[in-house]
Nanobody, 121 residues
Framework: QVHLVESGGGLVQAGGSLRLSCTFS????????MGWYRQAPGKQRELVAG???????NYSDSVKGRFTASRDNAKNTVYLQMNSLRPEDTAVYYC???????????????WGQGTQVTVSS
């Protein structure tokens, strides 16, 4: 089994910062891409940032220059540092990872439970 624990969400004023973290534990052989998605009320879930096992990152245009994704492979943890937050960043943020539970298993995507980020104007 794979377990995920997300933390770091909360309420912040516009211009403020938050740091999200997501730790995977359990039967993990290797983690490929890790990422962060968000879903605002009435909207579809969208990619915020992704990071490969080698540290290559990809960001949505709306967060480039403000958000930074990073990971600690030894801890199976992915982070999202969010700076210069805006009210439109308000959403539930979900982490995910494509991982193998054994050397012979297929890549499977696992999702965190979500953490609320609210930015007040």
């Amino acid at each position: 089994q794979v377990h995920l624990v997300e933390s770091g969400g909360g309420l912040v004023q516009a211009g403020g910062s938050l740091r999200l973290s997501c730790t995977f534990s359990g039967s993990i052989f290797a983690i490929n891409v890790m990422g962060w998605y968000r879903q605002a009320p009435g909207k579809q879930r969208e990619l915020v940032a992704g990071i490969t096992s080698g540290g290559v990152t990809n960001y949505s245009d709306s967060v480039k220059g403000r958000f930074t994704a990073s990971r600690d492979n030894a801890k199976n943890t992915v982070y999202l540092q969010m700076n210069s937050l805006r009210p439109e960043d308000t959403a539930v943020y979900y982490c995910n990872a494509d991982l193998r539970t054994t050397a012979w298993a297929s890549l499977t995507t696992y999702w965190g439970q979500g953490t609320q980020v609210t930015v007040s104007s």
